[in-house]
């Protein structure tokens, strides 16, 4: 009974990133080059014990639902599989002395500021690096392409950052 509430806890996970993202977030733009990518959050933070497998579906459906919003015809899906396929390389690097236990997931207060932000940082940076050179789909304007990447970068990372300072308990690790 357990994995059913937390199977009902990342469904409504799941509708709300995507609906607070398409319904208000996607509307942001930051100088007319950054946007935030909130609907990330629900990918970040999932619980490390997450198997690979069942991320990359989430990042795949989570993506195509954004295709769909936003008729993108696949960058939000290949930019959200790509993180999904890159985040346990990424857990790994940072994995702790004593490890990850399994109740563990991506939470600032749990797991620290500086490794936080490193998790953070480096995910939302190959999800944007991806996201945006396949929207060019070429190195032609690589200038507006790197202030896209940069730009969108700081917004989505403070964003998120906002969201885990808010939203996730300091004692339960979950939002």
Not at 5 to 24: D, N, S, T, W
Not at 36 to 41: A, D, E, H, M, P
Not at 132 to 152: D, P, Y
Request: glycine residues 10%.
């Amino acid at each position: 009974m357990k994995n059913l509430g937390q199977v009902v806890i990342q469904l409504v996970r799941y509708v709300l990133y995507a609906g607070v993202y398409v319904g208000l977030v996607s509307r942001l733009v930051l100088f007319e080059a950054g946007w935030c990518f909130l609907y990330l959050g629900f990918l970040l933070f999932l619980p490390l014990a997450t198997p690979i497998v069942v991320q990359l579906l989430l990042a795949f459906g989570l993506g195509l639902t954004m295709d769909i919003f936003f008729d993108t015809n696949g960058l939000h899906a290949a930019a959200a599989v790509l993180l999904a396929f890159v985040r346990p390389w990424v857990l790994k690097l940072l994995t702790p002395r004593d490890g990850y236990d399994a109740q563990d997931s991506a939470n600032i207060h749990q797991m620290g500021g500086q490794w936080f932000a490193v998790y953070l940082g480096l995910l939302v940076l190959v999800h944007h690096t991806a996201f945006f050179v396949l929207e060019l789909g070429s190195f032609r304007h690589f200038g507006f392409t790197l202030t896209k990447i940069l730009a969108s970068f700081v917004f989505t990372s403070v964003a998120l950052l906002i969201v885990q300072l808010l939203f996730f308990s300091q004692r339960q690790g979950r939002g």
